[in-house]
């Protein structure tokens, strides 16, 4: 199959729209990471997904609507509290996990009889979802295990001849996919941490962090969210998360460690005598850099990857989530 990239022009809706309603999967950019769509109500199409990710079909997928009045077409109970996240923070990377209707098939939430909904902040692809007129399922756009790609170059790296078409919007504005909660008793728990925070959701409910967030799951912990088991956002090179008070502990340990197949994501790169790649000095650019610096770095040649702990606070949390599973949990502290 032909892989074509066309730009985020309205003109170019109908086109994506006339595939997604044939049941073909079109890779769409979004605010969080690029999503690779198929019809959510359609166990075909859900399957091409699964098939072009090579993604295990227990691990369930988002539903991206338009509307937050969608929420009653396909989840069976719209707790209030959703209602005044959704007005808060829709559009925009929420995810927000229900208990799902039947029209809603299996292949879509993995056996689950839960659901997951996002309204991505992306004007082009919201109006291509109205154009549809059925909520797109899209994981992120990457080989599954891989980074998640926040440009359309590194969705063609992976899809190329398996998609007939992806549109591309540039780079990713979070680089990092969406906050996924499930609801409490009396709030809410983050199952995946992301661009709305702990923080902002605080203002709102009482707020939980499942465990699996920032520590591997053990036998027997109970999985909430299949995403979370599965080796995730890996590059090809070994990846170590390093802790450390400050940035010259982090040069210092690099300089002794390094060797001409090492890479380094550094919030200050100065004294660092190895290869460095963009990274950040905030959060925020660490979260906006972390997956094209992990897939430039093995477009480098890369044997090993250092990267300097981010904190936990705000974004931050979202930042060390995905860097300690692309570390397979390997973690050296100075
Ligand atoms: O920002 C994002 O969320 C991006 C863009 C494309 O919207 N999408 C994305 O999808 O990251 P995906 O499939 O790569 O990650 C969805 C995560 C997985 O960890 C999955 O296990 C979890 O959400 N999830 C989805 N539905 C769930 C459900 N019903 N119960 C528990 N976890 C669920
Ligand atoms: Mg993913």
């Excluded at 044939?22 to 166990?43: F, H, M, R």
């Excluded at 991206?64 to 209030?80: F, G, T």
């Amino acid at each position: 199959m032909n892989t074509q990239i066309l730009n985020m022009d309205p003109k170019n809706i109908p086109f994506a729209a006339e595939l997604l309603k044939k049941g073909e999967i079109v890779a769409i950019p979004t605010e969080t990471v690029y999503g690779l769509a198929g019809n959510g109500l359609s166990a075909d199409a859900v399957k091409k997904i699964f098939e072009a990710k090579g993604r295990p079909s227990d691990n369930p997928l988002i539903l991206h609507i338009s509307s937050v009045d969608w929420l009653y077409r396909y989840a069976e109970n719209v707790p209030d509290l959703a209602l005044r996240l959704a007005e808060r923070f829709w559009p925009g990377p929420l995810t927000m996990i229900m208990p799902k209707k039947s029209i809603v098939p299996m292949e879509t939430s993995g056996g689950l009889d839960t659901v997951a909904f996002r309204m991505p902040n992306n004007q082009w692809t919201l109006k291509l979802i109205e154009a549809c007129d059925f909520p797109l399922a899209a994981p992120s756009a990457n080989l599954s295990g891989l980074p998640s790609p926040t440009r359309a170059g590194y969705v063609y790296n992976d899809m190329e001849g398996k998609i007939p078409l992806i549109i591309d919007g540039g780079q990713c504005f979070y680089g990092l996919e969406s906050t996924v909660i499930t609801f409490t008793d009396n709030g809410v728990r983050i199952l995946r941490p992301g661009g709305v925070t702990a923080e902002m959701l605080k203002r709102f409910c009482f707020v939980e962090i499942d465990k699996a967030v920032t520590e591997s799951l053990q036998n027997g912990d109970k999985v909430l969210s299949p995403g979370m088991k599965y080796k995730h956002y890996s590059p090809k090179a070994e990846v170590f998360m390093v802790k450390c008070n400050d940035n010259e502990s982090f040069a210092d340990f690099v300089n002794k460690n390094f060797d001409e197949n090492t890479i380094v994501l550094a919030k200050k790169a100065d004294n660092i005598k190895a290869k460095t790649l963009p990274y950040g000095k905030t959060a925020r650019q660490e979260a906006e850099k972390l997956f094209a610096s992990l897939r430039k770095a093995d477009e480098m040649g890369a044997k090993k990857i250092y990267v300097q702990a981010p904190n936990k606070e705000g974004i931050g949390l979202a930042v060390y989530n995905r860097l300690i599973r692309a570390a397979a949990f390997k973690v050296i502290e100075l």
